[in-house]
């Protein structure tokens, strides 16, 4: 069995808990570190003052806990549509100004289906992604897109057509399980330069689905997190627990290793009826490997 040395997080959302609460749970679950979304609420940057940040910084520290990244996923169309763009953009940059004062330089995000380079669509997102990648290059971050919605060569080819690292990847095994059928293993040695970030996630795909139906696209229904729990629950596809899907932990992790990523294993967990025991189980789970 390969053997890995990674940290592992935990997706403090993932346990239907108010902030807080859910950061001690990380703790109690024997994680590393943790991924918080920081998008509306009290984690909405604006209502953030350098005092509040300073003393959620110090809280995370002292639970022996450090941030693995922000989530700035902004739904919707990602950053397909030209007149939402401005604003999910400054918002985005506001989002990884945070993520910096917590201690971590990446913020995960959806960016919407890329779609073929001479699709109208196309440019549009990649004059977005430019303006984030060279914000990021700036403050030494990265803005991780997370994979699923196309295919890993693919979004490839569109991360080659911007400057520098600004856009990376939050590797998402089971997103591509489940609603591409891309091979996630082949798919880490595919994007090892742009990885940052990844999902320790599972699942199995119940029948082929349109990307489109699940991440949305100008045209069709915007992508909601209630609409994917869904789908993920009773539609085409299902996540499951580590270890009952489909995803090759032995060769997903023997990969990681291969490229030489030393950046956090988190675990997601956006289905059941017990996620923290859920989540308890995938650490343990996890530390099988190391």
Known sequence: ???????????????????????????????????????????DPANLSSTARKELKSYIEDL????????GD???????????NPWKIEKSKRILDLALDLGS????????IVPNNDHPIYATMQRACEELSQYANSVGGHFAIETGPETSAHLKQFLDSLTGRGMAVNFDPANMVMVTGDDPV??????????????????????????????GMLGFE??????????????????????EGNVDFDSYFQ?????????????EREVGTDPAEDIRKAVQFIKRYK
């Open 1 to 43: 069995m390969v053997k890995i040395h990674q940290p592992i997080g935990v997706m403090t959302d993932s346990f239907k808990l108010p902030l807080r609460e859910a950061l001690r749970k990380a703790q109690e679950v024997g994680a590393n570190g943790v991924q918080i979304y920081a998008v509306e609420g009290e984690m």
């Open 64 to 71: 022996g806990l450090e941030v693995s990244a922000l989530v």
């Open 74 to 84: 902004l739904a919707g169309h990602g950053f397909q549509d030209p007149e939402a």
């Open 105 to 112: 330089n990446i913020v995960t995000t959806h960016i919407g």
């Open 186 to 215: 082949q798919g880490v040695y595919t994007l090892k330069d742009y990885i940052v970030h990844t999902h320790v996630k599972d699942g199995i795909r119940v029948r082929e689905v349109d990307p489109r139906e699940v991440y």
């Open 222 to 243: 915007p992508m909601s997190h209630e609409k994917l729990a869904e789908m993920a629950t009773d539609g085409p596809f299902k996540e499951l627990p580590l270890g």
């Open 255 to 267: 990969a990681l290793v291969d490229i030489g990523f030393n950046g956090y294993l988190t675990i």
